[in-house]
């Protein structure tokens, strides 16, 4: 709760290009908070860093994604839209939260043992504590919501587990957060492998649809995922392939299952590809003429930084300064 109004955080790396399950797990949720909530989204530079960055990439990136945000649909004149690493309180918050972390808890984290294999010569120790500034992101916001994807579920019940461990000891400082979970799209697979999710770290092209796709590139990629060989549009653990187009059919058209397996009943694996790279490349066609427009806008986007970054670090450093209160930091003196 932030001025006794509910509150939400929630962020994305500035890495890569954002994909289809980014979208469908998380962006396209986020707009539909705006009334109910307090909301903050955050481009979340501080944790790209955990794996090595090209500085001017990361910084061109991280402005792309800020303004993609607002081209989803997100107004940031209702949510609040910022650099994480322009709210130096992220980063003093989890340094405290970290002396209320465990190694063991941190050693179980599927997303750190997945980094480290896969970025074996950088096992830094920010890819180790990358939950526990997760944590901080959330915590500083009194966040009663977190949406996101599946894959950040075991994130987020570390942070409940710090929260409520610091609760313990000095009282109600932090409002324990929910996840929010979307029934449809919380879990993109990727194209070309159904069974491993969609990943901005893939390097087959295929495998993923970037947000930019134009239509022709979209249908493509559709049509050559990878599926069985039976033909038949049936959702089924033993069909990865077409389960997870029918998935994203639904996430996009809101269609139930039973409805897609139905309307495709008589179809073959072509022609429902096609129905489903059509119904994806007319749900991103408006943001990317939006994104178009936002980005030549330098002022504006510059305007919302500031504003927007102030607006975070007021709300991050009245938490900050109640945890440091608390914990028997001298007070300041003015
Ligand atoms: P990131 O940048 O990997 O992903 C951003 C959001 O997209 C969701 N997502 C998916 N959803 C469905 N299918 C997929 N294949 C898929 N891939 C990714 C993620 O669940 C996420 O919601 N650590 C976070 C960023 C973060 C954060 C936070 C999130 C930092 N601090 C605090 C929430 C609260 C991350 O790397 O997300």
Not at 130 to 139: G, S
Not at 176 to 203: C, V, W
Not at 269 to 287: N, Q, T
């Amino acid at each position: 709760m932030l001025d006794g109004k509910k509150s939400l955080f929630s962020g994305m790396q500035a890495t890569g290009t954002l994909h289809l399950g980014n979208y469908l797990g998380a962006l396209k949720n986020w707009v539909t908070f705006e009334e109910e909530y307090q909301c903050f989204y955050s481009v979340v530079d501080m944790h790209s860093i955990t794996v090595r960055q090209n500085p001017a990439e990361l910084r061109k990136k991280a402005r792309a994604l800020l303004t993609l945000y607002i081209a989803a649909g997100l107004n940031p004149e209702k949510n609040c839209i910022y650099y994480q690493s322009h709210v130096s309180a992220h980063a003093e918050l989890s340094w405290v939260l970290s002396c209320f972390t465990y190694m063991g808890e941190l050693n179980r984290m599927t997303q750190y043992k997945d980094k480290a294999a896969k970025h074996a010569d950088n096992i830094n120790a920010g890819l180790f504590t990358y939950p526990v500034l997760m944590a901080a992101d959330i915590l500083l916001f009194q966040s009663d919501v977190v949406p996101v994807g599946s894959d950040q579920k075991q994130h987020l019940e570390i942070t409940r587990d710090i929260a409520t461990r610091f609760n313990n000891i000095y009282g109600d400082v932090f409002t324990i957060p929910e996840p929010y979970i979307g029934k449809a799209g919380a879990r993109i697979m990727s194209l070309q492998e159904p069974t491993k999710k969609m990943s901005k770290s893939d390097e087959n092209p295929n495998a993923s649809i970037n947000l930019m796709d134009d239509p022709d590139t979209i249908i493509r990629k559709f049509k050559r995922a990878v599926t069985d060989s039976d033909n038949e549009i049936r959702y089924s653990e033993d069909k990865p392939g077409i389960s997870n187009l029918i998935d994203i059919y639904v996430a996009v058209t809101g269609k139930t299952i039973e409805e897609t397996e139905k309307e495709f009943a008589s179809s073959g694996y072509g022609d429902f590809k096609m129905a489903v790279g059509e119904s994806v490349s007319s749900m991103l066609k408006p943001i990317q003429d939006r994104y178009a427009e936002l980005a030549k806008d330098k002022a504006y986007i510059d305007k919302v930084i500031k504003e927007n970054g102030e607006k975070a670090a007021y709300y991050a450093n009245k938490t900050l300064r109640k945890v440091y209160k608390k914990i028997g930091f001298p007070q300041k003196i003015r």
